[in-house]
């Protein structure tokens, strides 16, 4: 997958803005990040990206008459089960499912499971990526697993407890960090649909309104590609009552 450098959204608003990419106030970082967020959502999650589409193969445990698998770690949305591999044939059957969360409070998907309605194993299981939140900063304070840090124009996610000071991550240190992973497809929309949102917090909702329709055009292209260019059409499932 081809990811995006944030610093290029960062400078790429600000030069919307009419600020000096290398002047610009400590504040602003943070508000083109908070409002990448939910910029991103809208992205992330209203088409079939190929860049956020994984395939699973997992087993089917039957307790109790109950058949289940597991929601796959790094899953958010389950798209399709399937009975065969979708990637080595077109022969295949998409299974009924449920979704089901036992109510665990926690960070991670250890809670859910996915119902199907037979004991064929493995399954199939297609599905959309988790999105991450950009949460980081640029700090050199201690950071505790989990915590986010922003360097070399870049997310990162802390692996293991780094000590303060101890900010200097790479690809190629996996034991220690791990980077943010935006698809490169969605720096266009992001620059000009934050720069929008910009416009709105600083009362110029008519401006705003016109780099909306700017934001949702580049969105657009980059589905008809997918969709057109590149042909790929999901087949509809439809469900019989």
Do not use: C
């Not at 990162?156 to 000071?165: D, L, M, N, P, Q």
């Not at 992973?181 to 416009?199: M, N, Q, T």
């Amino acid at each position: 997958m081809r990811t995006l450098k944030f610093s290029n959204v960062v400078y790429g608003v600000a030069q919307l803005a009419g600020l000096d990419r290398d002047n610009l106030p400590t504040h602003f970082f943070k508000q083109v990040r908070d409002l990448a967020n939910p910029r991103m959502a809208l992205a992330w999650e209203t088409e079939y990206w190929p860049d956020l589409l994984r395939i699973s193969e997992l087993t089917v445990t039957t307790t109790d008459s109950v058949s289940t698998i597991a929601y796959p770690t790094d899953a958010g949305e389950i798209l399709e089960v399937y009975d065969k591999n979708p990637r080595k044939t077109t022969l295949r059957s998409g299974i009924d499912f449920i979704l089901y969360d036992d109510g665990t409070d926690s960070d991670t998907n250890s809670g859910k499971t996915v119902t199907v309605f037979t004991t064929t194993s493995p399954l199939y299981v297609e599905y959309r990526i988790i999105r991450p939140e950009l949460k980081g900063d640029i700090t050199t304070a201690q950071l505790e697993i989990g915590d986010q840090l922003y360097y070399s124009g870049h997310f990162w996610e802390a692996k293991t407890v780094r000590s303060a000071g101890d900010h200097q991550p790479d690809s190629t240190d996996t034991t220690n960090w791990k980077k943010i992973l935006v698809p490169k497809i969605f720096e266009s929309y992001l620059v000009r649909g934050i720069y929008a949102d910009y416009l709105r917090a600083n009362g110029q909702p008519d401006i705003a309104a016109a780099e909306d329709q700017n934001a949702e055009g580049i969105i657009t292209l980059e589905a008809d590609k997918i969709y057109r260019q590149q042909g790929q059409v999901r087949r509809t499932s439809v469900l019989g009552y």
